[in-house]
């Protein structure tokens, strides 16, 4: 491969949407160079035991043709078990592998907390194709016109992101646009803390607008 990025992490269940959390090892631009093109690399990595229900991992590559691809595996005592593995072009994409993702449920989201009273924490959690991308502004609304906060791009398919603390007696617009195929649409729900504010898909190519506040 051209290089190659991998991350292994925790994940937790934020009502149905699988929530990415601290990163236990990780390797960025990895194996480049043209020595590592044709070869087999091995990573060993320990991980403890009693996260192993919410481990979740991500790769992302560009692969010289022929394209390939890439398997992890749990070695527990003599047992050894397949945890995650692609091939082809998907590994390009964002998406998230592993065994959590039947039991994200046994692994509860820890809600974030605001620093400064009478804030909330605004979150957006997502469900998409892996060859879909999100992008999600955060806007106050003022007689004159809308301030910019903040702007998120997540580069992964699945997640509970932050986009601000928002003071509610504020008018807030918050756009989210997702970028996808054509007929692919994602699955989009906005919170503020653990109240649902809005959820259900999003057709690819479009910009969705919701007020808070």
Not at 90 to 98: C, I, K, L, M, R
Not at 148 to 160: F, G, H, L, R, Y
């Amino acid at each position: 491969p051209e290089a190659v990025n991998w991350r292994i992490f925790q994940v937790a269940d934020f009502n149905g949407f699988l929530a990415q959390g601290e990163t236990i090892s990780e390797c960025a631009n990895c194996y480049a160079g043209a020595l590592r093109a044709w070869t087999v690399v091995a990573e060993e990595r320990c991980i403890p035991k009693a996260i192993l229900p919410c481990l979740g991992m991500s790769v992302a590559a560009s692969f010289t043709r022929p394209i390939n691809g890439f398997a992890a595996y749990l070695i527990e005592d003599d047992d050894l078990s397949l945890f995650a593995t692609d091939e082809g072009e998907a590994v390009n994409g964002g998406s998230v592998y592993g065994s959590h993702l039947l039991q994200a449920e046994s692994c509860p989201y820890e809600l974030p907390q605001c620093s400064e009273s009478g804030r909330s924490a605004l979150m957006v959690a997502f469900d998409l194709p892996s060859s879909g991308s999100l992008s999600v502004t955060l806007k106050i609304r003022t007689p004159e016109e809308d301030q910019w906060i903040n702007t998120i791009s997540p580069v992964t398919s699945q997640d509970v992101v932050t986009v601000g603390c928002v003071p509610l007696y504020l008018c807030h617009l918050l756009e989210i646009t997702y970028d996808g195929d054509t007929g692919s649409n994602a699955n989009v729900g906005v919170y503020v803390g653990a109240d649902e504010l809005q959820r259900g898909e999003q057709q690819a190519n479009t910009i969705q607008s919701l007020l808070v506040g």
